[in-house]
Every structure is written in C-alpha cells, then in structure tokens.
C-alpha cells in the first residue's frame, strides 16, 4: 500500500476538486453558447392576430407560426 501524509493527500483532494469545478465549467459555458439567443430584427416576428411578438431560432425563415393564436406570420424585409 502507498503511504502519504495528511498534507500531501489534502493537496490531492483539493487539486481533484479544481479539475472537477473546471470541467463542469467549460462544460456550463459549451452548454450557454450551443442555446445562446441573440435578438435582431431578422429573428423578432409579430402576430398580426394577437399583436404577440416572438423570437424564431432559425435565421433564414420568412415565415412562421404564432406560437400563441397558431397564425401565419409572415416577416416583412425592412429596409
Ligand atoms: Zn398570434
């Protein structure tokens, strides 16, 4: 068996902790940038029924669906 003095095990333990709380922290911020929101214009629809205003993930869509009433909403290009 390997002997080690109090010391030298506390300092273990306490480095063994640091690497856990890094992991879990790279792992938190991975986490935040994979589902980050962002708004602008080009994601910020509104319901032309309801007057409800959302956000749509995908960028590149024009249309769609009110998330309140189930309308069509279409995003008109602003210039
Ligand atoms: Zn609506």
Redesign the pocket.
């Known amino acids: 068996m390997i002997g080690i003095d109090l010391t030298t095990g506390l300092l273990i333990y306490l480095f063994l902790w640091l690497i856990t709380l890094v992991v879990l922290w790279i792992r938190e911020l991975r986490r935040i940038k994979a589902h980050d929101w962002s708004i602008s214009n080009n994601r910020l629809f509104r319901?032309?029924?309801?007057?409800?205003s959302f956000l749509m993930k995908d960028e590149q869509a024009h249309i769609a669906r009110?998330?309140?009433?189930?309308?069509m909403?279409i995003l008109l290009k602003k210039q």
């Open positions: 319901c032309n029924s309801c007057h409800y009110c998330p309140r009433c189930n309308a909403c």
